[in-house]
Each structure stands twice: as C-alpha cells, then as structure tokens.
C-alpha cells in the first residue's frame, strides 16, 4: 500500500473527514477524532508512516511483529505505528483501518454516534387530507 491507497481506503468509510496537521501528518477522522495518521514526508530513519489505534490485545500482538512499534506519543491510547507501508499485507491493513475506525467511532458521544450511524433522511412528503365531505 501506499499514501494514495490508504488515504482512498479512509475515505471511503462514512462520515470521514481528512486534515492536515502538524505540518506534514495527515489525519482521518470521524466526529473530529482521529483514527489514522499518515506521515507525507517520510523521511529514512522515520519510525513512523502510518499509526492507527488498536484494542489492548491488538496492541500487544501487533506490537510482537516486526516493523510495527508503539505510536510515539499515543501508546498509552492503544496506538501503533508502522515503520513501512509495506509492513502489513494491504488486506489486514485496511482491516485494520476500518477496526480503527470503529473504535474511535465508539468513543464518540452517543448523540453524535446516532447521527453519525442513521441514514440520510428519507421521508415522503406529507400527503394533504381529503376531508370526506364532498
């Protein structure tokens, strides 16, 4: 996988928004929290190019495989980083994505989870009544 890819498996989950923060880190987001980070210019030595939330277990099974560390400042969160794009097979790395995703949608508050999850309003229009009376 690649920026592009990654940033189009992102996107196509609902609701999801991008930004560009500190510089040179673009972050996806839903309910204006962010489930992934992509470095744009990752440089040789980085450790960093693609960081993601993880469940406790995740954390710790991901974090056993190589080229896969601990976010630098989001570890405590569940955070885990990868040194390559290459690190996880494209599959597991989009479902790992849209794992991530779920996991930070849950968190957001429950008002903001229901308007985020129903669909798009749909109702017909209110037909007029007939009175009965001729």
């Known amino acids: 996988m690649n920026i592009e890819t990654i940033r189009r498996s992102c996107l196509s989950l609902p609701h999801v928004e991008e930004e560009v923060k500190w510089g040179h880190d ?22 960093s190019w693609v960081a993601f939330k993880a469940t406790p277990e995740e954390f710790a099974e991901l974090t056993e495989r190589e080229g896969v560390i601990p976010a630098p400042y989001m570890a405590r969160n569940h955070w885990v980083s990868l040194e390559d794009y290459s690190t996880l097979p494209g599959r597991e790395l989009e479902a790992r994505l849209a794992r991530s995703y779920e996991l930070v949608k849950a968190t957001l508050p429950k008002k903001l989870q229901a308007a985020l999850g129903a669909p798009p309003s749909r109702k017909k229009p209110a037909r007029p009544r007939l009175s009965k009376r001729g």
């Open 26 to 47: 673009l972050c996806f987001l839903i309910g204006r929290k962010m489930f992934c980070v992509l470095n744009l210019e990752p440089q040789r030595g980085d450790r």
